[in-house]
C-alpha cells in the first residue's frame, strides 16, 4: 500500500484548507486510513482517522469539530478538510494505513503504511 499526502500550504488563522491522501496498492480500499501530524520539535499525533467503508470517522480532541474527514473510494483518495485552523495546527501531516485489512486506524505504530507528507502553515 503506498500513501502520498497533499494539499499543504500557507494560510491564515482562521482559514481552511482540504487535504488529499492519495493511494494506491491491492486492495486499497479494504484498509482504514488515518491522518496524522508533526510539529517541529514535537512527536507525530493522530488526528483523525476513516473506516475503509467511510464509517465511524475518529478525530482527535483538538480537532474534533473543526476538521472533516472522508473518502471516495472509487478515486483511492481519502480527504481531510480543515476549517478553523489556529497557528498551532502548524505541522507536516501525514496519510497513514494499518498494516492488516478492516482495521480502523486508531494511532500511530512503527509497522504503519505511510508515505510523504504535506506541509501546513497556519500565520496569526
Known amino acids: 500500500v503506498q500513501l502520498q499526502a497533499s494539499g499543504g500550504g500557507l494560510v491564515q488563522a482562521g482559514g481552511s484548507l482540504s487535504l488529499s491522501c492519495t493511494t494506491s496498492?491491492?486492495?486499497?480500499?479494504?484498509?482504514?486510513v488515518g491522518w496524522l501530524r508533526q510539529a517541529p520539535g514535537k512527536e507525530r499525533e493522530f488526528v483523525a482517522a476513516?473506516?475503509?467503508?467511510?464509517?465511524?470517522?475518529l478525530y482527535a480532541d483538538s480537532v474534533k469539530d473543526r476538521f472533516t474527514i472522508s473518502r471516495d473510494n472509487a478515486k483511492n483518495t481519502v480527504f481531510l478538510r480543515m476549517n478553523g485552523l489556529k497557528p498551532e495546527d502548524t505541522a507536516v501531516y501525514y496519510c497513514a494505513a494499518p498494516q492488516s485489512t478492516y482495521t480502523h486506524y486508531t494511532s500511530w505504530r512503527g509497522d504503519d503504511y505511510w508515505g510523504r507528507g504535506t506541509l501546513v502553515t497556519v500565520s496569526s
Open positions: 496498492g491491492r486492495g486499497v480500499s479494504n484498509y482504514g
Open positions: 476513516i473506516k475503509w467503508s467511510g464509517e465511524d470517522p
